[in-house]
């Protein structure tokens, strides 16, 4: 079955940075792209962006683009994130979530979420 | 960005009853490519309908997705004890991909 394994919790201090793993298995890896989504406590989801884990081709959303950077293993199935300068409100539950296309699809199978407290 | 606007905020029904969530988007959606998640405390949201109306796999029949453009519905004919939780649409029609606030079904 389809599994997005996320690495463990994470206690940074501001100005710091964060890197969650998410470890994909169950389905053939380079054939899907890898979002991370984020949601701060009691708020809604938001969207971070998008990586080609094969070609490493990515498009983050504009609120993040200087502080973000995703990467890929195609050897270990594994996407990586990594958020840098660190804030408060970038406490929040980080997940991944694959689609098949790259435009117009939804996510049809999430990683359990890994929680990043910034303080 | 086309920003949703979920609501009601919350839904206080009974099991049995019927639940219609609604989704409004601040313009419209191309191609109807709204989705639906279900998300319960301290889980991963699970996708419901994508399409703005097809069930994802393995999704009950009880769930169903209507609309078009910029005004879309989940119903839920009959509420089972494990639907109750929380729901969020998203559109994957342009970028950024964006989701509602959420609508939470409650117990009443």
């Known amino acids: 079955q389809v599994l997005l394994v996320q690495s463990g919790a994470e206690v940074q201090k501001p100005g710091a940075s964060v890197k969650v793993s998410c470890k994909a298995s169950g389905y053939t890896f380079t054939l899907y792209y890898m979002h991370w989504v984020r949601q701060a406590p009691g708020q809604g989801l938001e969207w971070m962006g998008i990586?080609?884990?094969?070609?490493?081709?990515?498009n983050y959303a504009q609120k993040f683009q200087d502080r973000v950077t995703m990467t890929g293993d195609t050897s270990t199935s594994t996407v990586y994130m990594e958020l840098s300068s660190l804030r408060s409100e970038d406490t929040a539950v980080y997940y991944c979530?694959?689609?098949?296309?790259?435009?117009?699809?939804?996510?049809?199978?999430w990683g359990q979420g890994t929680t990043v407290t910034v303080s | 960005e086309i920003v949703l606007t979920q609501s009601p905020g919350t839904l206080s029904l009974s099991p049995g009853e019927r639940a219609t969530l609604s989704c409004r988007a601040s313009?419209?959606?191309?191609?109807?490519?709204l989705a639906w998640y279900q998300q319960k405390p301290g889980q991963a949201p699970r996708l419901l309908i994508f399409?703005?109306?097809i069930r994802a796999t393995g999704i009950p029949d009880r769930f169903s997705g209507s609309g078009s453009g910029t005004d879309f519905t989940l119903t839920i004919s009959r509420l089972e004890p494990e639907d109750f939780a929380m729901y969020f649409c998203q559109q994957y029609g342009s970028s950024p991909r964006t989701f509602g606030q959420g609508t939470k079904v409650e117990i009443k």
């Open positions: 399409g703005a109306s």
């Open positions: 990586i080609n884990p094969t070609s490493g081709t990515t």
């Open positions: 313009r419209s959606i191309s191609s109807n490519y």
């Open positions: 979530a694959r689609t098949y296309m790259w435009d117009d699809d939804a996510f049809d199978f």
